[in-house]
């Protein structure tokens, strides 16, 4: 047990500690039920359901841990979760003769502060014992995401621990519907063909092409043969040869391709978004119950998200040449038919701004969010030299988003 001293001003009786499955999972998951995820002080909020494991958003990374703020007077008022991995610094390699430059790295995420033990003191003091944890394990830059509308978050990180904004990627969200609306071919991808890889010929494309992108994981071996990763999957022209293998695809491929792989989160958590105007919810069980008294006329019925709800997550997201956004369309397109058949209810993915994928991505902007990366040095000295500080780097055109944090 590690104890933070306070600073004046702040909560005395809180001590930071690392989490005890058996003494504290049920206080944990009351915690997590009585905060929000977002923004703050609007009516809509989302709020997550761990389904009984409050480690499942990092217990599948090479390395976590899990902190708790526990005070004398009301028991569990916080906790946090970190996680320390090896990831691709971005494009700053491909100058370097070659060479991919990868830092070690953590990652916040999940933390929560009891609403009644807020702008105590006890969110920092978290961030902290994290950090410390960080430069013991060997990370040389720690990172969060956070919603780039919450203002207490961005404030905490930037203001008070020494973060910068550094990446503000989009959150793209799309409804699984039962009926989904008609689209003119060009836009539902019917120009293209899906072929889905073995595990290993993912893993050779993601390192061929995609190990320059910022984030990237070293261990993407790991992510893709984890059982929530639901398999990957290759858009190609329709009228492109038959498929042979993953070498004969890289010494010559299609002028326009993209790739795409799905992971699993309905299993790991559920989402469930509270606090919608009424006329919403009406809306939504209207176009359910047209839908199921006549579903000869397919009536795009709009799922329920105001009960708790899983979701399948696109990653690896990327492709090449003039029509990759078509192709990256057919592929969200076959991730929201498996996520159907598999009871998800919505279909997510992360994109950076600049990345030309993006246009491919159906989502509906109201269920999205601007989604804002921090970062920070936690090491002294630099591991590589030829980097520099990444902190100050210039953003590339697009970004991986490791699904076993998400």
Request: aromatic share 8%; glycine share 10%.
């Amino acid at each position: 047990m590690v104890a933070v001293t306070p600073e004046a001003g702040e909560t005395t009786d809180v001590t930071v500690r690392e989490f005890d499955g058996d003494r504290d999972g049920a206080a944990v998951e009351r915690l997590e039920s009585a905060c929000e995820v977002g923004p703050s002080g609007g009516k809509m909020c989302l709020f997550t359901d761990l389904l009984g494991d409050p480690l499942c958003r990092v217990r599948h990374s090479p390395a976590y841990l899990m902190l708790v703020a526990e005070a004398a007077s009301a028991g569990i008022v916080g906790v946090v979760r970190g996680c320390v991995k090896t990831v691709s610094c971005g494009g700053q390699g491909q100058a370097q003769g070659g060479n991919l430059i990868f830092a070690k790295v953590g990652y916040l995420l999940g933390l929560r502060v009891s609403p009644a033990h807020r702008r105590c003191g006890v969110a920092r003091r978290l961030v902290e014992r994290m950090e410390e944890w960080f430069r013991r394990a060997g990370a040389e830059y720690a990172y969060v995401a956070t919603d780039a509308g919450n203002e207490p978050s961005v404030r905490l990180f930037t203001a008070r621990c020494g973060y910068a904004k550094f990446r503000a990627p989009s959150l793209l969200v799309h409804p699984v519907f039962r009926h989904d609306l008609s689209a003119p071919p060009s836009r539902r991808g019917r120009g293209a063909r899906v072929v889905e890889l073995s595990r290993g010929d993912a893993e050779v494309l993601y390192r061929r092409r995609f190990a320059g992108v910022e984030f990237f994981p070293r261990d993407i071996d790991a992510v893709l043969s984890n059982p929530l990763s639901l398999g990957t999957f290759l858009a190609i022209p329709a009228g492109s040869p038959p498929w042979q293998d993953i070498e004969a695809f890289l010494a010559s491929p299609p002028e326009s391709w993209a790739v795409a792989s799905v992971w699993n989160s309905k299993d790991a958590f559920r989402l469930e978004v509270r606090g919608a105007p009424r006329l919403w919810r009406a809306a939504a069980r209207a176009t359910r119950a047209a839908d199921a008294a006549a579903p000869w006329l397919r009536i795009p019925s709009v799922p329920d998200l105001f009960a708790p709800f899983g979701m399948h997550l696109v990653y690896g997201l990327g492709g090449d040449g003039p029509a990759a956004p078509a192709m990256a369309r057919a592929l969200c397109r076959h991730a929201h038919d498996m996520a159907r058949r598999a009871g998800a209810r919505v279909v997510a993915a992360e994109v950076v701004a600049d990345d030309p994928i993006r246009a491919g991505v159906p989502h509906w902007p109201r269920l999205g969010a601007e989604d804002l990366w921090c970062i920070k040095r936690v090491a002294e000295g630099y591991g590589d030299g030829a980097l520099g500080d990444w902190t100050k780097s210039p953003p590339g055109a697009s970004i991986f988003v490791d699904p076993r944090e998400f």
